[in-house]
């Protein structure tokens, strides 16, 4: 049944574009429209079409699909934006329309229904991944598909990708992983520690790390085991309806625990755990839970910053390290600063700004995967800005950033010269703090 345009207006959430002014102070900062150089593809341009659709001069929603499908979400307009315009809103909303009426190829559908709804959000499916990289790189089939050529033949260009995957957690490893962890001198807090599927999956050693820094900071850690995914990939695809399930399972869960913070080491999950209290504001049963949810979420630079940072650590000898923002974090959390304070605290560093350091990298979910050769572009151009500074490492805070970082590394043959290193590695290096022992 065709929708009234009252109820397409609603459905794409058409009041909010119009606090739009039509300014373009959003233009220079967002990197797609630096990329295309269409009006079509930069945050106001996108906000006209749906505009267009709500006031009925646009009836083909098709129109929308790749001007949103190129959107990086990143939410760099956002920050930008004079007037408040809520970005995001319009975006998750459009996605979602898009997709409604989209016949999707019965193999992306299989890729969705195994990956987005079966897979991501299970804790054992994800540790069996988590394994399979391990085995993949420990066991010679690394390099024994390298030489066959296989890679190559992989859809999406995921063959690039195995370059860059990380050493993994062998089962015997993850199984030993501390759950529990006390703190290591007065107890300030008690820490519900958020794992995250990717970064649980690819860098386990990671949340292993930033528990102990929790410790040693004086906090009780807890890692509640039935949390599951945050719901940003399948908000960010379109399928809000699995975002609000995920989002529920975790308010649920992590109920269970009355912890003081529910702290994460990923800026783009922190960002949505954020968002429950925006997911579920009209939702009588959940709001309230969502909007507790949200505000005992933090990123770990809030709690380590407050708890008087990292001690310990030892002077790295002028070491030039630059860092690469976290777009969620920055825009949509609005943590900026601590990140910084916290690697600035690492003696002995020759930290060097990077021009545009808040740009997307263009990692973006999985916007590397399903629209490659942007991302890739966007990649270059950030390499470009990486290499001036001359680093010898970058920070990041993301695991997909990091991934991306990684991928930018090898792409220009710079992996003797230059690491991607996630900032509680780089933390607890300094301090001397393994996945093995404590100092
Ligand atoms: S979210 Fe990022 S890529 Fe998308 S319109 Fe805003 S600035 Fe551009
Ligand atoms: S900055 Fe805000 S008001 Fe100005 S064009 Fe962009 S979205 Fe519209």
Known sequence: MALSLEQLREELQYHKTNNCV??????????????????????????????MVGEGNITDLSVLEEPF????????????????????????????????????SVSKQLLRRILLKKMIPSKRMMNVAGHSIWFYKRSGLQKVLRISGVMNKIP??????????????????????KKEIKAQKEVKYTIAFFTGCI???????????????????????????????????HAHAGDRDEAIRLAKRNIAAFEEVNADFIVNNAGGCGA????????????????????????????????????GGVLGMA??????????HSCHMTNVQKVKQEPLELLLSVPGINYIEM?????????????????????????????????????????????????????????????????????????????????????
């Open 355 to 439: 021009d545009q350091a808040e740009m997307c990298c263009g990692s973006a979910g999985i916007y590397n995967i399903v629209n490659y050769d942007a991302s890739m572009h966007i990649l270059d151009e950030k390499m470009k800005l990486v290499k001036t500074t001359e680093a010898r490492i970058i920070i990041t805070t993301n695991p997909g950033c990091l991934l991306q970082m990684k991928l930018g590394i090898e792409r220009e043959g710079l992996s003797n010269s230059l690491r991607a290193l996630h900032l509680v590695e780089y933390l607890a290096e300094a301090a001397g703090i393994s996945v093995y022992k404590n100092k």
């Open 156 to 177: 999406y260009n995921l063959g690039t990708f195995e370059s860059i995957m990380p050493e993994g957690t062998s089962p015997i490893e993850r199984y030993h992983a």
């Open 315 to 324: 002077p790295r000898n002028g070491e030039r390290v630059t860092y690469q």
């Open 199 to 233: 970064m649980d999956a690819m860098f386990h050693h990671i949340n292993q790390l930033t528990i102990r820094l929790l410790s040693a900071a004086g906090c009780d850690v807890i890692v509640i085991p039935n949390q599951t995914c945050c719901g940003a990939l």
């Open 22 to 51: 039509q300014c373009g102070y959003c233009l220079p900062v967002c990197p797609t429209y630096l990329t295309f150089r269409n009006e079509t593809h930069s945050p106001r341009g996108r906000i006209n079409l749906v505009k």
């Open 69 to 104: 499908n190129l959107c990086l979400g990143c939410r760099a307009c956002e920050t930008a934006c004079p007037t408040g315009v809520e970005y995001g809103s319009i975006l998750d909303a459009a996605r979602a329309a898009i997709l409604k009426r989209k016949t999707l």
């Open 272 to 307: 949505m755990l954020y968002e429950y209290k925006h997911l579920l504001a009209n939702d009588k049963e959940w709001a309230e839970r969502a909007l507790a949810f949200s505000n005992k979420s933090k990123d770990i630079s809030e709690i380590l910053l407050e708890n």
